[in-house]
């Protein structure tokens, strides 16, 4: 089945430690999202990417980074530098955008990151 | 004040109800106008997306834009129990970022 697939479901980080979640995608979507969610608050874009090799900050991208070396492939990786990493991690993937036409964003199910 | 306002709910209603879920937004550029529905633990997934303004209808679903009055809808016709979940809006201006509300909490009761 095509599809999104995130990996761990869930995820403990200690003090200081960096941690990397996984997005894998088998729909050959070019683009793809990483978003976080917290309770009370709309889905934040962190890092997106819409071409291997090339990816720009969304709008909480600090203590944050991401890499694009294969097309199906968009890991996160949450860093120490990051002080309130407790959330919900959601990746997308999308078509490449042409021009101002929207492409439909599709979600994987998610990584629930807690810190110890 | 929040780009995109939705109310949290939660939204309580019997099996067969038709549910009204609403967003109002305050940047007029927006140009499309998505819905999600999230089930608790799971990722959001597309119900529908439509662009500027006026109605779209999948079965039961029909989504509604008013850019007059930045208000958009959601309505759900014989809502079934299986409809209850966390229903998010979002919009944007026609690039890639999206800006979410913080999603309607729906309960359908049978």
């Known amino acids: 089945d095509g599809g999104i697939t995130q990996s761990p479901k869930y995820l403990f980080r200690k003090e200081g430690q960096n941690v990397t979640l996984s997005c894998e995608q088998n729909l050959n979507h070019d683009a793809m999202y990483w978003y976080r969610q917290d309770p009370g608050q709309g889905l934040r874009l962190i890092y997106y990417?819409?071409?291997?090799?090339?990816?720009q900050k969304g709008d909480i991208a600090e203590g944050y980074s991401v890499s694009r070396e294969k097309k199906e492939s968009f890991p996160l990786t949450v860093t120490s530098a990051q002080k309130n990493p407790t959330a919900f991690y959601l990746c997308?993937?999308?078509?490449?955008?042409?021009?101002?036409?929207?492409?439909?964003?599709?979600f994987g199910d998610g990584t629930r990151l807690s810190i110890l | 004040q929040k780009e995109v306002e939705q109310d949290p709910g939660p939204l309580s209603v019997p099996e067969g109800a038709i549910v009204s879920l609403n967003c109002t937004y305050s940047n007029s550029a927006f140009q499309y106008f998505m819905w999600y529905r999230q089930y608790s633990r799971k990722g959001p997934e597309l119900l529908m997306y439509t662009y500027s303004s006026g109605n779209k209808e999948d079965g039961r679903f029909t989504a509604q834009v008013d850019k007059s009055s930045k208000y958009i809808s959601l309505f759900i016709r014989d809502s079934q129990p299986s409809d209850s979940a966390t229903y998010l809006c979002a919009m944007n201006t026609g690039f890639q970022k999206l800006v979410f509300g913080t999603g309607t909490r729906l309960l359908v009761s049978p």
């Open positions: 997308a993937s999308s078509t490449k955008p042409t021009g101002l036409e929207y492409q439909p964003q599709h």
């Open positions: 990417s819409q071409i291997v090799n090339d990816f």
